[in-house]
């Protein structure tokens, strides 16, 4: 039997990226998956489709992180098709840069939004539906606790609430044995970081090993806390960002 056999995980974000890597590794441990997306429809039809190659059930819904009763939504969706939802990963993100005189209320909340209310309602939501056993991990990332440059008002900001939202979880939801964790990502090279980007060369320069990290890296080690070997792991923060932050 399969680490996940039998299991269901929602996956917010989950048409590229992190998120579709965590979304294969899941289902190559046995589960079934649902994810959602904003805007990239073929490439969530993607992940599907490489995950019903697996042999596991899988179901991309739209639903913008922008809109809470469509994440509340898309989540009793997923539990009315899969049957269940076992594992929740609060992982669609933006990035964005403006300092303190350039940013605009507007874009606070809309990251604030994004990252922190999306959660909250996924979270809210999917752990109505949780047994013993559940599993809530969030992608943060390692500027939420070390700002390194100028221009991440909102994107730090909205990690480090994270961390609030995260041992807040796993203080309420303890007593039924689910579990709350945040991973931090650093530099991984993905559509919204590229390894050959602009600002590539001075993220490297922080890094202890210095090259940035793949989607599959932060994928095993949320796999990792998602089974059986997760169940006293809560409450924690996980920095996976090739010694950037040290
Ligand atoms: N890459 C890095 O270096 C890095 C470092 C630290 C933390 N992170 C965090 O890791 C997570 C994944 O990032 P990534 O690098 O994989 O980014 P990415 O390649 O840009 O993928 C972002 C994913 O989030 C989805 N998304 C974006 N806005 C959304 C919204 N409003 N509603 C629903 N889904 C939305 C996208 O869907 P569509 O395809 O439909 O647009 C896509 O699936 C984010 O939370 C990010 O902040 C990334």
Redesign the pocket.
């Known amino acids: 039997m399969s680490r996940l056999e039998n299991k269901v995980a929602f996956i ?10 965590i979304a294969l590794k899941l289902a190559e441990d046995g589960a079934d998956i649902a ?7 073929s ?2 039809d993607d992940t599907v489709k490489a995950i019903e190659k697996l042999g596991r059930r899988a179901i991309a819904i739209k ?4 809109d809470p009763t469509a994440v509340e939504n898309a989540v009793n969706e997923a539990h009315a098709k899969l049957g269940h939802i076992d594992i929740l990963v ?6 964005t840069m403006d300092t303190v005189d350039e940013l605009e209320l507007a874009e606070f909340d809309r990251v604030m939004s ?2 922190v209310r ?1 959660s909250f309602v996924a979270s809210k939501a999917a752990a109505a539906h949780m047994g013993v056993g559940g599993r809530i991990i969030s ?5 939420a606790e070390i700002v390194p440059s100028a221009g991440l008002l909102a ?1 730090s900001t909205s ?1 480090a609430a994270l961390i609030g939202l995260t041992k807040a979880l796993a203080r309420d939801l303890g007593p039924r044995e689910i579990t709350a964790n945040i991973v ?10 590229p390894a050959n980007g602009d600002h590539a060369e001075g993220q490297r320069a922080r890094m202890a090993i210095p090259k ?2 793949e ?1 599959k890296d ?1 994928a095993g080690l949320v796999a990792f806390l998602a089974g059986e070997e997760g169940r006293f792991i809560t409450g924690s923060s996980f920095v996976i ?1 090739g010694g950037a932050n040290i």
């Open positions: 917010t974000g989950g048409s590229r990226g992190m998120g579709a890597a994810i959602t997306y904003t805007s990239a429809a490439k969530a639903a913008d992180n922008l609060n992982n669609a993100g933006v990035y994004i990252h999306a992608i943060g990332s390692n500027l994107y990690k931090h990502p650093g530099s991984t090279d993905t559509d919204m970081n940035f990290g989607a932060i960002d």
